[in-house]
């Protein structure tokens, strides 16, 4: 059996006029693109078309892709900048898709995995009220656990305004959460200070 083939090479086919492989790419990246696209906040029914038109740029841009990045990295940039660009069109009203829980390897309970969508949803509702310029490198930086160098990058941020923006965003979260989540809050996280 052959192995798939690497994203460079499989971008410099699709230039070369070989536009059905364009198609592995698809595969391979769509679930990305479209949790992605998810918790930057787009609706679960509008993903399939935020997924469209992110793939729709990149295809329109790939001769523009530098290798020396990974593809998922210009991705996230190019998905972050559709959401942002849809939420701005469409002035949402903070519908927020609930997050997805973590999967493990043992099954939880179905008290356990109730807990886990509700503490999820409130968790979705919390980074909602975060302004979506601050969300964006929370959301890559602790959801996707994707390095600070990559989120500048998919952002086209500096480093230092990427640090900066996650300290406010985390201050910010920490505060939506003790004010208007406290079930959100850790253990004795949420102390009074009157």
């Given amino acids: 059996m052959a192995s798939e083939p690497a994203d460079v090479e499989l971008i410099r086919e699709v230039l070369a006029g070989r536009v059905e492989r364009f198609e592995i790419l698809i595969r391979r990246y769509q679930r990305l693109v479209a949790t992605a696209a998810l918790r930057m906040g787009i609706p679960r029914e509008e993903i399939e078309d935020v997924s469209s038109e992110v793939f729709y740029k990149v295809y329109r841009s790939l001769a523009r892709y530098r290798p020396e990045h990974a593809l998922s990295t210009w991705l996230y940039r190019i998905t972050v900048n559709a959401a942002l660009d849809r ?6 009203e ?3 898709e609930e997050l997805s829980p973590t999967l493990s390897d043992g099954r939880p309970s179905l008290d356990q995995e109730a807990s886990d969508k509700e503490r999820a949803g409130l968790l979705q509702k919390a980074l909602g009220r975060i302004p979506a310029h601050y969300r ?11 390095p600070l160098e990559e989120i500048a990058r998919a952002l086209d941020l500096p480093e230092g305004t990427i640090k900066s923006r996650l300290f406010r965003a985390r201050a910010m979260l920490k505060e939506i959460i003790q004010r208007h989540y406290p079930a959100l809050a850790p253990a004795g996280g949420t102390e009074d200070r009157s």
Wanted: no cysteine.
């Fill in 87 to 92: 939420k701005r069109s469409t002035r949402h």
């Fill in 94 to 96: 903070s519908r927020m």
């Fill in 136 to 146: 964006a490198p929370l959301v890559l930086a602790h959801i996707e656990g994707l």
